[in-house]
């Protein structure tokens, strides 16, 4: 079992940023890929960003490419996602995941995803 708990989220203004931290528990955080999506009101969960287990490795995106980093700290048991020129579409509940998958291999797609955080409300006011 993985259990991952989401933080960082909050109103800001347009072209603001925010740093989404995903703490993760239960397994060796180097053995497993990590992931973000989101949902925003009345549409599906839909992909954000992935990295590897090795944090060689990240996919991100069309809709949030170059503004959006993904990364990881193994030492710390912590994924994040820095969100950057923040627009009003980006405005979702923001859930991290974990899964299996190769060593360098990202995974982009909700089901290949085994655990989910309970999710952080991020919303960006125009």
């Known amino acids: 079992q993985v259990q991952l708990v989401e933080s960082g989220g909050g109103l800001v203004q347009t072209g603001g940023s925010l740093r989404l931290s995903c703490a993760a528990s239960?397994?060796?955080?180097?053995?497993?890929?990590m992931g973000w999506f989101r949902q925003a009101p009345g549409k599906g969960r839909e992909f954000v960003a992935a990295i590897s287990r090795s944090g060689g490795s990240t996919h991100y995106a069309d809709s949030v490419t170059g503004r959006f980093t993904i990364s990881r700290d193994n030492a710390k048991n912590t994924a994040y996602l820095q969100a950057n020129s923040l627009k009003p579409e980006d405005t979702a509940v923001y859930y991290c995941?974990?899964?299996?998958?190769?060593?360098?291999?990202?995974?982009?797609?909700?089901?290949?995803?085994?655990?989910w955080g309970q999710g952080t409300q991020v919303t960006v006011s125009s």
């Open positions: 239960g397994r060796t955080f180097s053995s497993i890929a």
């Open positions: 995941a974990a899964g299996g998958g190769g060593f360098h291999s990202t995974l982009t797609e909700a089901y290949e995803y085994d655990y």
